[in-house]
């Protein structure tokens, strides 16, 4: 099959260089396969670095830990201040640019002094559909996307992880915490907290794909796949969430009922919004 083909150019893509590689690794599908390939490659001189330490669920830094291991691969995590940085903070549209920026700095340094000079990124070729200002920043510290550049996209990847008989090729994507907060609206760590807080409550009540959107300090704004909005309906559960997102620190709690959405923040205006109380519901059109 052809994308079988594409993973055949992958390995020769990788291994056009000779001293290793060093890999941002996020843990998500699409660097779990790089891993993968870059291990084919090379055996033994690969590390996978994950960084963004402030951005990424808990839950998700311990699955990296585990994947990285289940390749037998050498595994660092480093701080990268995301939080100590004006740029990134202020949550401009270009933030993805300051996070990634300070991002591939560390992790050129890191391979700077083991001297290896092949860095590589997941960037799959649906990525480069989309407007990504982290990829300029990429650009800028040598970064080289082979899955991209073979053309291999988010379905195909998939498979490929399925036809290994490697774990989480149905993983859904995610993004970083920040991208739950609207632009322009300054990120800070009580922020990201309450996000992670809130998320991982309703993944372990059996919601696989979502965001926890927040529109000020104490207001959030659940998102789902459509499949799953008769779950949030159910008037016990209605009770168990806002009981909980309350306890984080939330006044307001709202579901999105046009489902969950790629773009990050498509419209501040909501045409149909279901308000998650104890004892009652609002639909506010």
């Not at 996070?99 to 340094?109: G, P």
Request: hydrophobic content about 35%; overall charge positive; proline content about 3%.
């Amino acid at each position: 099959m052809y994308y079988k083909l594409k993973y055949k150019r992958l390995l020769k893509a990788i291994s056009s260089s000779n001293d290793g590689a060093v890999i941002a690794f996020s843990g998500g599908v699409d660097s779990f396969l790089l891993l993968k390939a870059t291990k084919d490659v090379f055996k033994e001189n690969v590390l996978a670095i994950t960084g963004c330490l402030s951005l990424i669920p808990s839950s998700n830094l311990k699955r990296a830990k585990e994947l990285t291991k289940l390749l037998k691969a050498e595994h660092l995590t480093i701080n990268t201040g995301e939080l100590k940085n004006e740029n990134f903070m202020v949550n401009s549209d270009k933030r993805c640019y300051f996070c990634k920026q300070n991002l591939y700095k560390k992790i050129k340094e890191v391979a700077d002094k083991k001297g290896v000079t092949c860095l590589l990124d997941g960037t799959n070729a649906d990525d480069e559909a989309e407007s990504r200002p982290g990829m300029t920043a990429a650009k800028e510290f040598g970064i080289k996307s082979p899955l991209a550049e073979v053309g291999l996209k988010k379905k195909e990847i998939r498979r490929l992880l399925k036809d290994f008989n490697l774990p989480d090729w149905d993983k859904p994507s995610e993004t970083c915490l920040a991208t739950r907060i609207p632009c322009g609206e300054r990120i800070t760590s009580n922020k990201l907290r309450k996000i992670e807080a809130a998320e991982e409550f309703l993944k372990k009540a059996g919601v696989k794909n979502l965001r926890v959107r927040l529109h000020n300090e104490h207001t959030a704004r659940i998102e789902a796949e459509e499949k799953d909005v008769p779950f949030f309906l159910q008037t016990e559960m209605r009770s168990l969430i806002w009981n909980k997102f309350h306890h984080i620190g939330f006044d307001y709690v709202f579901l999105n009922l046009r489902g969950y959405k790629t773009a990050v923040f498509p419209t501040m205006e909501l045409r149909r919004e279901m308000r998650l109380t104890a004892g009652k519901s609002e639909i506010n059109q």
